[in-house]
């Protein structure tokens, strides 16, 4: 199990720094004892093996700790993006059959009244902050840990899909162990490493990149509460960073932001996924930073290929982990030779490496493990040394900052709207962001680019809202009515840019 590393940290090393926030350090003992209070706080409210419990709160030690307990009491932790509202947030609640909720502050007073009637009635265990959270652990007992194989699922994140709802990802302990240790070889972290995650714990990437490779290495994680450009390296700096998780955006947002040379920092490492050329140079010239680019998904294991200290080349997401076969296949899923684009396809060499499944959704799973494979939707190809290079994804989703956004969702929600009679949203290309969110409608009656941001401000979350509009007479369509995305994906003097308030220059 993940809390067995947690208890041979506390063990070996109980006063070394585990979680450390800009506010105060947090040793592996002190996290050890305030995740088993926690355990017994969840048994408090009949919380044992198998039930899950939907974690909705911001960065910071108690997430960690809350996660980590409700593993200790043999359960499954749901981490549910905090920032959804409305249709998305009751739906995710409600799909993944959470007993108990574990909210922040900033949570309970923006989003809770938009729970329907039966969730409201669910516990709800607040986060006040760090400091409130673990004395209010103060006088509960540590709790004696349930055991559960590890094979069993241990964590519930949601990932968006082309044909509408998002899906539940469960993985397993195994499958997180496993990150862990691959992303240790692959980076060469030791114990004296600080590893510094901002993005939002509900995502893999901080989840297993971060939590995992830091336990299994016996290193400190540093959590920031967001992403700031402007004090990125003070902050580096002032926790001792030497290494950090991002996704393409960041590094090109750095980039931006910082002009000239900065290397008064002790960062070696950026592992992620994402980076543009001409930024990964940027990055390792200017900052000092040698940039690890992967590629990888919430189902099969976080990450699946990288660039090692070992074995690097530029520009592309690196080799396999020993642990994964990883493929590019034909329509027809048959193997294609070195330079050949198709498909990115994945499969374990060792048990439970990957997502045991989607939560609910086995008609999903099935049609995403044809032949023995896992099937990313994702288009990539293999050079003569065994490198891959990613080329774009084959599904529709759009991929804003990091978060993952289907278009199905967009659109549901705009046809909501009584001035809209068609939609259609697409992604296009952004050099900060990676996709921007492009909403086509065709209107009945009379509005306006600003009347359709407000409305869709009120039903979905703000990463998921729209950039760009445009106004048109037909969405265009195949014969069998399927969206042809591809004659949509333009910007020129049609659209309305409601950053900058105008229509896109020609």
């Given amino acids: 199990m993940i809390t067995d590393l947690l208890a041979l940290r506390a063990s070996e090393r109980p006063h070394a720094p585990f979680i450390v926030t800009l506010e105060r350090e947090y040793s592996y003992a002190e996290i050890q004892a305030a995740a088993l209070r926690f355990a017994t706080r969840l048994a408090g409210e009949d919380i044992g093996k198998g039930d899950h419990v939907a974690l909705l709160a911001g960065n910071g030690a108690a997430i960690v700790i809350a ?272 330079g050949q684009p198709g498909e990115i396809v994945v499969r374990p060499r060792e048990p439970d490496t990957i997502l045991l499944g989607y939560y609910k959704k086995p008609e999903q799973m099935l049609e995403a493990s044809r032949n023995l494979w896992f099937h990313s939707g994702d288009l990539g190809r293999f050079d003569q040394d065994g490198f891959m290079y990613y080329l774009g994804r084959q599904k529709e989703l759009i991929r804003k900052s990091g978060e993952m956004i289907s278009p199905v969702e967009v659109e549901t929600a705009l046809r909501g709207m009584n001035a809209v009679a068609d939609c259609a949203v697409v992604a296009v290309p952004d050099a900060v962001t990676g996709d921007e969110i492009k909403a086509v409608i065709v209107v009945n009656g009379e509005t306006d680019p600003a009347s359709v941001h407000a409305f869709l401000a009120t039903r979905l979350a703000r990463f998921m809202l729209p950039r760009y509009i445009e106004f048109i007479a037909a969405i265009p369509k195949t014969e069998t009515e399927k969206i042809q995305r591809n004659k949509l994906q333009y910007l020129d003097a049609r659209v309305h840019d409601l950053k900058s308030g105008q229509r896109v220059a020609p």
């Fill in 67 to 338: 996660w980590l307990g409700i593993c200790l009491r043999g359960a499954v932790a749901v981490t549910l993006n905090n920032q959804l509202i409305a249709d998305g947030l009751r739906y995710s609640v409600d799909q993944c059959d959470a007993r108990v909720l574990v909210v922040d502050r900033e949570w309970e007073d923006s989003r809770a009244t938009q729970l329907d009637a039966r969730q409201i009635a669910l516990p709800r265990l607040l986060i006040e902050n760090d400091e409130v959270f673990l004395r209010s652990l103060d006088g509960l007992a540590e709790a004696e840990p349930l055991r559960v194989p590890a094979s069993a699922p241990c964590t519930i994140m949601y990932t968006s899909g082309t044909t509408g709802l998002p899906k539940g990802v469960v993985n397993c302990h195994t499958a997180y162990m496993a990150t862990g240790c691959a992303t240790v070889q692959a980076l060469a972290i030791t114990r004296d490493d600080r590893v510094l995650v901002f993005m939002p714990l509900y995502h893999v990437n901080p989840q297993m990149y971060g939590v995992m490779s830091v336990l299994t290495a016996g290193a400190a994680l540093l959590v920031l509460p967001r992403f700031s450009a402007s004090t990125f390296f003070d902050d580096a700096i002032r926790l001792g960073a030497t290494g950090c998780t991002f996704v393409g955006t960041v590094l090109s947002i750095l980039v931006a932001r910082h002009e000239g040379e900065r290397r008064d920092h002790g960062m070696r490492f950026f592992f992620g996924g994402g980076a543009p050329g001409p930024v990964w140079r940027e990055v390792e010239a200017r900052f000092g930073v040698r940039v690890h680019e992967a590629y990888g998904m919430t189902e099969v294991g976080g990450w699946t290929t990288a660039n090692t200290v070992d074995d690097f080349r530029f520009g592309s997401c690196g080799k396999p982990r020993l642990d994964l076969e990883v493929c590019i296949v034909d329509a027809d899923d048959r193997p294609l030779p070195a």
